[in-house]
């Protein structure tokens, strides 16, 4: 397979990249150039989607960055040689000097799982990394990929010390199984052992022991990051581990396996299993966030800067807000962006439903997301937005799992994902939001209001801290909408400092978001997606959409929410303490340049500082946890 999809054209000696994007778009360059790939940055953002699933980097200075795209016109690998070394991420802390990147066609065979497969037995090779990075040209390189390991003599089966069963696989079930599948069977030959390796990976299980097999088995090595069968291995000697310890040291792992307790299926509860299948859900979790995110931003994007466009250019500061006149061009296409807007919060719910139980809960999802971001389904003032989306997604797609897994007759079958799962996940979904969500969120949205109503006449720091927080938190929920509401309200009785304040902190998750995404490129903390929304972000702020920030929000909430919070609590009480109004239902930096607010240039100060305090505070998180995962992984 190697021999097919590489040639002496698709290898870089002298990498110039000086961080791992660059290195990204450096192989990239050259997959385009040999006409391999349609779109480099399409390609560039699948590349960037599978690293978040998990990083790439491997121990002795490898890394397999792969992905399958649409993009891909004819699979390749394309590899990159930096003899100084790239910070990487790798498991081992060292930089990363050799590079393979694997193209795949999404949709087509798994070529990048049978390369992989098929380069593990290279790199575990003993010389062969330090060989190939100090290779003179492209040739010698592809000689020394091509060349055929010595084959070593398989031993007598009356010679062999016993049989050893390895299980391998990790979450995303590609690279990791397969170097720590080879690493097992040289380990057990080196040591005099019979092998066999089951792979749990992203093309299936495969090479699993029988029944047989097991039972004369000497010791089983279970080295896998997700969930595999281990009742069958009751009785025998049983080490689990996770998948990376055998490319460390597997032949450590066999010995410990051979003088392990045999295992007891009725009784393995260890705290170890309970932490490894809590990693593992969290892992699943953020996955299905970043598949309801990715799909997502194209509407936020599209709506955001349409919108934004529309009332910037055709926009006029009114009593109601920012309103365009009638009969002008600008309303058609702000029309256009509103459907984009609409559509967003759905298709957040349906694609992380989507990831959990695939297309039996597009359906339910989408139409879960609809009734939480629509507050008449259930009697309150506005939707829940994007947290309700995410909420609906994960209902909706652990209920439609459940729902297909069930085992039905062989003429129900066939209707269970066209028919069975949507209907009755849909119905699922509307009930429990209707009749049973609903009510709270109506409750909870007149309680903050009554809150707000009653500290109207109190304290304007703390009525800032409460108004500007409620602001930063949703960005279209519940709490934000209260906010606005509230304000708006204030207006027709003549106090429109409220709506000044919340003015001042409508725009600055948006623009929040904006800052972070430039300054955080030094770090590596923002993949190219959210870099590129972060533009839209900017646009959609400086005309006060504060939807803008729900991609990052959904995304890593840990960290954007609490900075959305407290920069837009520090652009209300600066609001308020200026003394700042504004006489129009609308916010950002636009209304004051259109002179709705009495001190424009105050207003635009207190934006600003809002925004950097939600940069510099989601920048700040990102790296704590960025180091926490980082330390956890060592």
Known sequence: MITKLINENLIKLELQATSKQEVFEELIEVLHQQGRISNKADFLADIQKREAEGNTGFEDGIAIPHAKSAAVIEPAVVIGIHKAGIEYGADDGQPSKLFFMIASPDGGDNHHIEVLAELSSKLIEDGFVESFINATSPQQALELL????????????????????????CPAGVAHTY?????????????????KVETNGSIGVKNSPTDEEIARADAIVVACDKQVDMARFAGKRVIKTNVKAPIRDAEGLITQALNAPAYQAETTSAPQSVTEKASQARSDLYRYLMNGVSHMIPFVVTGGLLIALALAVGGEPTEAGMAIPDGSLWNQILEVGVVAFTLMIPILAGYIAYAIADRPALTPGLIGGW???????????AGTGFIGAIIAGLLVGYFVKWITSINYHKFIQPLVPIMIAPITGSLFI??????????????LMDGLTAMLTSMSTGNVVLLGIVLGGMAGFDMGGPFNKVAFL????????????????????????????????????????????????????????????????IPFAAQDPMSVIPANVLGSMVAAVMAFSFGITNSVAHGGPVVALLGAMNYPLLALVCMAAGAGVTALTCITLKNLRKAKYTAAAA
Request: hydrophobic letters at 50%; a negative charge.
């Open 486 to 549: 509230f304000s708006v309200g204030m207006i027709a009785s003549g106090q429109t400092q409220f709506m000044g304040a919340m003015a001042c902190a409508i725009p600055v998750a948006p623009l929040g978001m904006a800052l972070a995404t430039a300054l955080g490129r030094k770090f590596d903390l923002f993949e190219s997606s959210e870099i590129e929304a972060g533009k839209a972000a900017g646009a959609m702020g400086l005309v006060g959409i504060s939807e803008g920030a």
């Open 146 to 169: 091509l060349q055929k390991p010595q084959a070593e003599e398989a031993l007598p089966l009356e010679n062999t010390k016993g049989f050893i069963i390895g299980v391998t696989g």
């Open 371 to 381: 009734i939480a971001n629509n507050g008449s389904f259930y009697g309150a003032d």
């Open 430 to 443: 509307a009930g429990l939001f209707i009749f049973v969500i609903g009510a709270p969120i109506a409750s």
């Open 179 to 195: 170097l720590a599948a080879e690493a097992l069977e040289k380990g057990a030959h080196a040591m005099g052992f019979e092998v």
